[in-house]
């Protein structure tokens, strides 16, 4: 039997990791219909603004831009529109607990192939304060200045 194909990242949420404290991650199917697919084979998306919610018990992925296929004419579906996640019923009942009780939020980290089957990373996350970025910014200054000697010092 052959092995699984390696996954592709086709869009990551860099930003995610500056705005928030990503407390724990689940991988999700995205529910794609039309030319989405092949517009997202090509690499055409963005989470830049993209937020996930739990609706009606389902977990809906809201300002995710998959770009129309550019040979797709009147197949084409709005760029912008939700898009259901396909994940667990216990999962989406922790999660909405969690999002109820905590204040805490679903944000897409990737977007991402796993073999056939498009997949969406999803983080419940806390919204950091301004000092806590300034001190992510400030430890990440750190530790360059750290490499940075230690490479100097090897040659």
Do not use: C
């Amino acid at each position: 039997m052959g092995s699984k194909p390696p996954s592709r990242v086709v869009a990551d949420n860099r930003r995610a990791f500056h705005e928030y404290h990503i407390l724990e991650t689940v991988t999700a199917g995205i529910e794609l219909a039309g030319t989405e697919v092949k517009s997202l084979r090509a690499g055409q998306a963005s989470l830049m603004e993209a937020y996930a919610r739990i609706e009606n018990g389902e977990i809906w992925i809201h300002r995710m831009h998959i770009a129309p296929y550019s040979h797709g004419n009147r197949y084409n579906l709005d760029p912008m529109r939700p898009r259901r996640l396909l994940v667990h019923r216990r999962e989406i009942l922790r999660f909405w607990g969690k999002t109820r009780e905590q204040g805490l939020t679903l944000i897409p980290l990737k977007v991402f192939w796993s073999g056939n089957w498009a997949k969406v990373e999803i983080g419940l996350a806390k919204g950091k304060k301004l000092h806590d970025k300034r001190e992510a910014i400030a430890a990440r200054d750190v530790r360059r200045d750290v490499e940075r000697t230690l490479r100097e010092r090897s040659r």
